[in-house]
């Protein structure tokens, strides 16, 4: 579970997941203080980080020779649509099977999974 606090300070939020806090801000021409990600920052980041962990998951357990793995992810929208754009970069000695199991395995990681299944968002007062 997420909690998100903020006071009166604009829009700087204190969010704890668990034993972990984070902040959560909003830029300066739009009111806050700029001194963390934004709210679609940080999905930008749950996906870019769940793709590549779920990469090295599956490239060390078939003892594939993956060095590094970079992932970048960027939303953007489109009419009615919301895009994310995400570049996977791999370092290492991979033939075009692997490379193509890898791109698989990207689009199966638990982030992309929950974004591209129908979302429904039920909301009530505490």
């Given at each position: 579970?997420?909690?998100?606090?903020?006071?009166?300070?604009?829009?700087?939020?204190?969010?704890?997941?668990?034993?972990?806090?984070?902040?959560?801000?909003?830029?300066?021409?739009?009111?806050?203080?700029?001194?963390?990600?934004?709210?679609?920052?940080?999905?930008?980041?749950?996906?870019?980080?769940?793709?590549?962990?779920?990469?090295?998951?599956?490239?060390?357990?078939?003892?594939?020779?993956?060095?590094?793995?970079?992932?970048?992810?960027?939303?953007?929208?489109?009419?009615?649509?919301?895009?994310?754009?995400?570049?996977?970069?791999?370092?290492?000695?991979?033939?075009?099977?692997?490379?193509?199991?890898?791109?698989?395995?990207?689009?199966?990681c638990p982030v992309h999974k929950l974004l591209t299944n129908p979302i429904e968002v039920n909301t009530s007062?505490?």
């Amino acid at each position: 579970m997420a909690k998100a606090v903020i006071g009166k300070e604009h829009y700087k939020t204190i969010v704890s997941i668990g034993n972990h806090s984070v902040f959560v801000d909003e830029p300066t021409d739009s009111g806050g203080t700029d001194e963390a990600a934004t709210p679609s920052e940080y999905l930008e980041v749950s996906l870019a980080s769940c793709t590549a962990i779920t990469l090295r998951m599956y490239a060390d357990r078939k003892g594939w020779p993956v060095e590094k793995i970079s992932v970048e992810v960027v939303i953007t929208k489109e009419d009615k649509r919301t895009l994310f754009e995400r570049k996977i970069l791999l370092e290492g000695e991979l033939g075009e099977e692997q490379r193509s199991r890898l791109l698989q395995i990207a689009n199966s990681c638990p982030v992309h999974k929950l974004l591209t299944n129908p979302i429904e968002v039920n909301t009530s007062f505490a």
